[in-house]
């Protein structure tokens, strides 16, 4: 069964850290492409990170130097550690995954999560 449940969200003041968690299926974690997404209200989703099947990974402009994409192969399970938070990080953030094992920059992310929500205040 294709699943993906994150978890780690919350409130956080300007500057502070989390980690979000994504819990994935067996066949999603050893075979596919993973990734974060966040969005939030009235602004257009956008992606976060990318993680492929062989650990490489790629991070927006926006996070790079502050966000770092992880996976942990014993406990499949994804990780999205989030330091020096700004109020612009707030949205919903979801964990996703591709059909294949490369992250294409232009590939569709057909399975997601059901989202976690993040909250900085300055």
């Known amino acids: 069964q294709v699943q993906l449940v994150e978890s780690g969200g919350g409130s956080v003041q300007a500057g502070g850290s989390l980690r979000l968690s994504c819990q994935a299926s067996?066949?999603?974690?050893?075979?596919?492409?993973m990734g974060w997404f966040r969005q939030a209200p009235t602004k257009e989703r956008e992606k976060v990170a990318t993680?492929?099947?062989?650990?490489?990974?790629r991070h927006a402009d926006s996070v790079k130097g502050r966000f770092t994409i992880s996976k942990d192969n014993a406990k499949n399970t994804l990780y999205l550690q989030m330091n020096s938070l700004n109020p612009e990080d707030t949205g919903t953030y979801y964990c996703?995954?591709?059909?294949?094992?490369?992250?294409?920059?232009?590939?569709?992310?057909?399975?997601w999560g059901q989202g976690t929500q993040v909250t900085v205040s300055s």
């Open positions: 993680i492929d099947r062989d650990g490489s990974t």
């Open positions: 067996e066949y999603i974690f050893n075979n596919l492409c």
């Open positions: 996703a995954s591709m059909s294949t094992w490369w992250c294409s920059p232009m590939g569709e992310y057909i399975y």
